[in-house]
């Protein structure tokens, strides 16, 4: 990377500590800009014109070039480093986690933290609240389903950390913020403390 | 690949038929088993313990090894080839579509064509009914992002076709059965005739 990549971000959010957790994994140097979502920052004109017209953030900027979707963001600096294998099924497996995370686990384990830490249960919407029993369900289901998995493995594929890790770290540790126990899930404990032991390992803000 | 992959699917699901397209358009021959979702063929407790426990299809299964994910079986079987770029930012690049689909657009377009022409509104629990006024307008918002950024590209990537062009075809070309009128959005219908017209294209059963 000729140029330093540029963070569009607000630090409260798990999507955008992934990739400053990947970067700083690496060593790979990122500059920031920081928006307030709460305020409706990313939903600017500015923003939506030159940054992401779908109004949400992490984005990375390289150059003129802007890429939204935390985790596509992870796959372009992780490219080539250990964090992405090499070997074509645990390529294509490492995404599978990617993937499950922002289908299954994002949508209910973050969603619940935003709206319980930083809306605020008595802001939400009628609406909301309806859904808080099924995301409730579906995240513990997303936890169960990581539990039984890392049972009998160090890390999502095996022995080593790939961005399958860094992707669904970054709220399952925090899962409690949402109203999930974690000590119902000892190997997801476990293997918290496994990536908070990694060299180079940043925490949150 | 030594062994004939074989995919775990039901042929009602896009996210199936992604997989079955993918091979088509490479030449990848594929084996299926099929399951009935609306029997909850993919709940019972043999498929759960071999194939998937998170009881969904599409899986691929390679050998004795079990993909998940629909577009991480895509990622599988294309690798190599040239719908996966090999340049570093547009193979993320090619990822960020593919996460917006999953995250923007399935949940909203292939949701409702899952309820409205499957399960049938009648039969709908109350708390789906209350949801689909807000995935009509997410799914309207994701088609109107993907019309802004066709109106001047060929694909999703610029003139070649990627897998980002594949995962959001699946959904976006049947979105009308989840009654989404795709005649408001002429540059997403055009490409969709662009992605009909490839060699090797398969419809959908």
Redesign the interface.
């Known amino acids: 990377m000729t140029e330093i990549p540029i963070l569009h971000e607000d630090p409260r959010s798990g999507n955008c500590y992934k990739i400053k957790l990947v970067a700083a994994l690496l060593d790979i140097r990122l500059e920031t800009r920081q928006y307030d979502i709460m305020r409706g920052e990313t939903r600017a004109r500015e923003f939506l014109a030159q940054v992401n017209?779908?109004g949400r953030i992490p984005v990375l900027q390289?150059g003129n070039?802007f890429?939204?979707?935390?985790?596509?963001?992870c796959?372009?600096l992780a490219?080539?480093s250990a964090l992405v294998p090499d070997e074509?099924?645990a390529?294509?497996?490492t995404?599978?986690w990617?993937?499950?995370e922002?289908?299954?686990h994002?949508?209910n384990i973050a969603t619940l933290r935003f709206w319980l830490r930083f809306v605020g249960e008595a802001h939400l919407t009628e609406?909301q609240r309806?859904?808080i029993p099924?995301k409730r369900i579906a995240g513990e289901d997303a936890l169960a389903?990581m539990e039984?998995h890392l049972k009998s493995r160090g890390f999502m594929l095996g022995s080593t950390v790939t961005l399958a890790d860094i992707s669904l770290f970054a709220y399952t540790h925090v899962a409690e913020e949402g109203g999930f126990g974690l000590e119902n899930y000892p190997a997801v404990c476990a293997w918290i403390k496994r990536i908070m032991a990694l060299p180079g390992f940043i925490a949150m803000e």
Request: no cysteine; net charge neutral; charged share 15%.
């Open positions: 017209s779908n390289l070039r890429l939204p979707e935390s985790n596509a963001a796959w372009y490219s080539g074509r099924f390529q294509a497996d995404l599978r990617m993937f499950f922002q289908y299954n994002e949508p609406q309806a859904q099924a389903l039984a």
